[in-house]
T-cell receptor
Framework: DQQVKQNSPSLSVQEGRISILNCDYT??????FLWYKKYPAEGPTFLIS?????DKNEDGRFTVFLNKSAKHLSLHIVPSQPGDSAVYFC????????????FGKGTTLSVSS | GAVVSQHPSWVICKSGTSVKIECRSL??????MFWYRQFPKQSLMLMAT?????????EQGVEKDKFLINHASLTLSTLTVTSAHPEDSSFYIC????????????FGQGTRLTVV
């Protein structure tokens, strides 16, 4: 049973527009959420994170929103650039020291110029 | 950010042989490292948690005798795929956290294993 779900396997956006990637989770014990970007045959690269006590975190073009009551978070990228084309993974961490991240299946973002 | 180096980045081996993958934290000490496996178009699935100086903790369904993990120092963890078979072909990724809380995990480049 997947605890972190990314229901959209792919998303296509035009350059300059907003990209919205969604993630849902089932475990209310998650206390930290992270977004990673991944290119083929490479390890994931950290993008942005949010603590469960916050509802928004912004870093440049990237903003993550958390809705705890809905167990939903989203990553907004604006404006989208062709270089943003990659697979984006949502990950969550249990409120427990030394635990691994639990990942969603990823969403492939394609930004066309 | 912190750097995690994984080696080799790709390897092809014959069925029945063993392959060792190294994961090093280059500029920090990692008491805990994690090993993941990714099949095409699938999520990163946690295989095991590697703790320095103690036995690794394996996830359900992962054979500990097949995937040997050694975390002998604070900067190095190794994953050995023993008696590899074609179904073990996959992308293996390690990660390490700066603190035991692991609020941000840093990942190695990954290792593409192909067993022929």
């Amino acid at each position: 049973d997947q605890q972190v779900k990314q229901n959209s396997p792919s998303l296509s956006v035009q350059e300059g527009r907003i990209s919205i990637l969604n993630c849902d989770y089932t475990n209310s014990m998650f206390d930290y959420f992270l977004w990673y970007k991944k290119y083929p045959a490479e390890g994931p690269t950290f993008l942005i994170s949010i603590s469960s006590i916050k509802d928004k975190n912004e870093d440049g073009r990237f903003t993550v929103f958390l809705n705890k009551s809905a167990k939903h978070l989203s990553l907004h990228i604006v404006p989208s650039q062709p270089g943003d084309s990659a697979v984006y993974f949502c990950a969550a961490r249990l409120n427990q020291a030394g635990t691994a991240l639990i990942f969603g299946k990823g969403t492939t973002l394609s930004v066309s110029s | 950010g912190a750097v995690v180096s994984q080696h080799p980045s790709w390897v092809i081996c014959k069925s029945g042989t063993s392959v060792k993958i190294e994961c090093r934290s280059l500029d920090f000490q990692a008491t805990t490292m994690f090993w993941y496996r990714q099949f095409p178009k699938q999520s990163l699935m946690l295989m095991a948690t590697s703790n320095e100086g103690s036995k690794a903790t394996y996830e359900q369904g992962v054979e500990k005798d097949k995937f040997l993990i050694n975390h002998a120092s604070l900067t190095l963890s190794t994953l050995t795929v023993t008696s590899a078979h074609p179904e073990d072909s996959s992308f293996y990724i390690c990660s390490a956290s700066l603190t035991t809380q692991g609020t941000e995990a840093f990942f190695g480049q990954g290792t593409r294993l192909t067993v022929v």
